[in-house]
T-cell receptor
């Protein structure tokens, strides 16, 4: 499986500001995903990011709030815009492995606290 | 809309005991995944189950899938403290989307 890294690992931000999270994979992957894990909760898919096309957002998530870039097959960014305390979560990127079972692997996550 | 239900959500068990975590899902799916998450950490992939009757084992953990019942189980044998973690099942939405819908997770505490 490709190794996934995320930056920053954690951040504390003020209300109304924006934060861009970077996700780097050490080999080319077709599909990358962004998930949110609110405190003590499960994971919810935000969007699917494919290179060369617009990200596909899940119900309840919009591009203005969570713009995503996917400039190449190894990199993606997620921006959390105009943050409020409700955005405090762990944000994880993942990719689909190329094997038969399409195993999905997750990055280490970005722990975001909004004051 | 695909729904995934796990139970129990909390499980406290003594070392050496056996127990099973259940994962039910609401619509047909191609794949079911089990993950482990330690506090403050990311998700570690445990199993991918692809077909009806699939059974996979790793150490003290064994996962199975019954696609007709839309049920997967994660069985823990002779639990040890190191298995303490939160376990999630996740179901692929299908149709080539590879988008995962997660259960709420089962927080397992193994007491020495």
């Amino acid at each position: 499986s490709a190794v996934i890294s995320q930056k920053p690992s954690r951040d504390i931000c003020q209300r109304g500001t924006s934060l861009t999270i970077q996700c780097q994979v050490d080999s080319q992957v077709t599909m990358m995903f962004w998930y949110r894990q609110q405190p003590g909760q499960s994971l919810t898919l935000i969007a699917t990011a494919n290179q060369g096309s617009e990200a596909t957002y899940e119900s309840g998530f919009v591009i203005d709030k969570f713009p995503i870039s996917r400039p190449n097959l190894t990199f993606s960014t997620l921006t959390v815009s105009n943050m409020s305390p409700e955005d405090s979560s762990i944000y994880l990127c993942s990719h689909r492995g190329g094997g038969f079972d399409n195993e999905q692997f997750f990055g280490p996550g970005t722990r975001l606290t909004v004051l | 809309e695909l729904k995934v239900e796990q139970n129990p959500l909390f499980l406290s068990m003594q070392e050496g005991k056996n127990y099973t975590i259940y994962c039910n899902y609401s619509t047909t799916s191609d794949r079911l995944y089990w993950y482990r998450q330690d506090p403050g950490k990311s998700l570690e992939s445990l199993f991918v189950l692809l077909s009806n009757g699939a059974v996979k084992q790793e150490g003290r953990l064994m996962a199975s899938l019954d696609t007709k019942a839309r049920l997967s189980t994660l069985h823990i044998t002779a639990a040890v403290h190191d298995l303490s973690a939160t376990y999630f099942c996740a179901v692929d939405s299908g149709a080539g989307s590879y988008q995962l819908t997660f259960g709420k997770g089962t927080k397992l505490s193994v007491i020495p």
